[in-house]
Each structure stands twice: as structure tokens, then as C-alpha cells.
């Protein structure tokens, strides 16, 4: 029961009852069915966030971790667009389907693209200092998921 009240709660509040505050990065609202986890790292923030037989999500953060999608890596994209987002210059990028990239492992073509996208903390000229999401896509629910899910990303929080 106090559990049920604990998720109840949670919820009217906007947060995930997957774990308290501390729960998703930037304060990320997670569709129904996600979970996020912590990893540890040295000198950034590491999440998944992934569902049971669903898309998963990797999440870097750090003053090191330099720009996923990067306006010099063109013709490996499907498209490329830079925005703003909350006062940030968010870049999104999407692999070319069925190619085998660097976020690929050794050898692997994924069957789909890979949806990258940085959140330059500082000055888009020194993009070192970022917040990065990637995840594999094969259908566009996946994509829309990723999008609504990445684009409450707060990164004052």
C-alpha cells in the first residue's frame, strides 16, 4: 500500500517512480514502461534508460565527453539538424540505415539507424563540454519515444 502511495505521488509531482528525483538525468519525463539506470564513470554521468523489449537509450554526460553528432560527420547521416532547446544548441543526427558505424559493436550492422543527440553545454565552438543520448532505432514509435523522452531533458537540473 505505501508503495502504491509512494508511485501515486510521484507522479503528481512528475516524476518517474522509478527511483525519487535523482531518478533520470536533466530531469527527463520517461514514457510509460522505462526505466532508467545510473552506470558509473570517473569524470561524467552515465544512464540507460530502456524498456523490456524496447528501445534502449545510453546517456553520457561530462566536460570531456565531446559531441556524438557533429556537423563534420555529414555524409554518415540520413539528416543532421542543429537547434536550440532550452537556451542550448542541441544536435541531432541520424546514421544511414543497415550501415555499420562507430556506434555499432565490432562488426555489427544494426538493422536501423542510430538517433544522436548532443546537447552542447558551452559554446558550440568548444563542444567537449556536452550531454549526449543515443539509441538505436527500428521503427518510428522508437523514434518518437527517444524524441519525447530526450527533448524534457533539462540540463539545469
Not at 502504491?4 to 514514457?31: C, Q
Not at 554518415?76 to 543526427?93: L, N
Not at 543527440?117 to 527500428?138: E, H, Q, R, Y
Request: charged share 20%; glycine share 8%; hydrophobic share 40%.
Amino acid at each position: 500500500m505505501r508503495q502504491a502511495l509512494t508511485t501515486v505521488l510521484l507522479l503528481i509531482l512528475g516524476i518517474s517512480p522509478s527511483g525519487a528525483a535523482d531518478a533520470v538525468p536533466g530531469g527527463m519525463k520517461l514514457i510509460e514502461g522505462y526505466r532508467a539506470q545510473r552506470g558509473r564513470a570517473v569524470d561524467a554521468a552515465l544512464w540507460t534508460i530502456d524498456k523490456p523489449n524496447g528501445c534502449r537509450i545510453q546517456f553520457e554526460s561530462g566536460p570531456n565527453e565531446g559531441s556524438w553528432a557533429k556537423p563534420t560527420a555529414i555524409k554518415s547521416y540520413s539528416w543532421y539538424r542543429e537547434r536550440i532547446v532550452k537556451g542550448y544548441t542541441v544536435r541531432f543526427a541520424l546514421t544511414k540505415p543497415d550501415v555499420s558505424t562507430e556506434w555499432d559493436e565490432e562488426g555489427e550492422v544494426h538493422p536501423g539507424s542510430v538517433l544522436l543527440v548532443t546537447f552542447l553545454l558551452g559554446s558550440p565552438d568548444l563542444p567537449d563540454n556536452s550531454a549526449n543520448f543515443k539509441a538505436k532505432i527500428t521503427n518510428p514509435l522508437e523514434m518518437a519515444d527517444v524524441l519525447l523522452m530526450v527533448l524534457s531533458f533539462d540540463p539545469s537540473k
